[in-house]
């Protein structure tokens, strides 16, 4: 089985919808226990609700509207036995994904790939902490949305974008994406990023994906 048709849960977090991934990544960056125990707790419903126990969701709405705050929807059983499986809901995202951000001018991937790092660099700075992880947010565009990047076009784009939020040291340089043969193993340097058996930026690269597809899906 392709590693990115293997099973995962979807979540809906305060109505954006993340990975299982990305949601634990978030808590344990949270600082704070009671930040990532709303994390778990987001997790733990939708388990509840995508097995069909949306009944047991009552007892925490019924406390939602003693302290006055609004209610979480619950599907009806309809709803939930005609749901999709959830490699099947991710992989049409991430196909859905593709064809926008193909269908996009060159300013607005541009946009995209900004704020997409933004969001990286202000939330997961943690897994960004060598020149080298380029590489790896480099195989997310190319090997999600643009088959025909190259690592050249990839530094130029990145080399015109301003993001004043990125640290000095870890910006792109023009000979960053040379270091791609150094850094992964030559079996796996013609596979995409998922299908690698040893990706050294496996983390960086889940995550990020999440990032840049939440960016494009909500345009």
Same mark, same amino acid.
């Given at each position: 089985?392709? /590693?990115? =048709? ?5 979540? $809906? ?22 930040? &990532? ?20 969701? &009552?007892? *925490? ?13 619950? +599907? =009806? ?8 499986? @959830?490699? $099947?809901?991710?992989?049409?995202? $991430? @196909?859905?994904?593709?064809? @926008? %951000?193909? &269908?996009?001018?060159?300013? *607005? ?21 060598? /020149?080298?992880?380029?590489? !790896? ?9 643009? !088959?025909?990047?190259? /690592? ?9 974008? @301003?993001?004043?939020?990125? +640290?000095?040291?870890? /910006? ?8 791609? &043969? ?10 995409? %990023? ?5 990706? +050294? ?19």
């Amino acid at each position: 089985m392709r /590693k990115e =048709e293997q099973e995962t849960i979807l979540i $809906n977090l305060d109505g954006a919808t993340v990975s299982e991934q990305l949601l634990e990544a978030m808590a344990i960056n949270s600082e704070r226990f009671d930040v &990532a125990e709303h994390y778990l707790l987001a997790y733990y419903r939708q388990i509840v609700i995508e097995n069909g126990l949306v009944h047991h969701v &009552a007892l *925490e709405n019924r406390v939602r509207t003693h302290y006055h705050k609004n209610a979480v929807h619950v +599907p =009806e059983l309809c709803e939930v036995a005609s749901c999709k499986p @959830k490699s $099947n809901k991710a992989q049409e995202q $991430n @196909k859905l994904s593709r064809k @926008k %951000y193909q &269908a996009m001018t060159k300013n *607005e991937r541009q946009t995209i790939l900004k704020e997409s790092l933004i969001t990286l660099i202000r939330e997961h700075r943690q897994l960004f902490t060598s /020149k080298n992880h380029w590489i !790896g947010v480099y195989l997310v565009v190319k090997d999600r949305v643009d !088959g025909e990047l190259t /690592k050249l076009e990839f530094t130029n784009d990145v080399l015109g974008l @301003k993001i004043d939020s990125w +640290p000095d040291d870890l /910006k792109i340089g023009e000979r960053t994406m040379s270091n791609f &043969a150094r850094c992964v193993d030559y079996e796996d340097r013609f596979e995409a %990023y998922y299908d690698m058996e040893e990706n +050294p930026w496996k983390e960086l690269c889940d995550v990020y994906w999440d990032i840049l597809k939440g960016q494009i899906l909500m345009k």
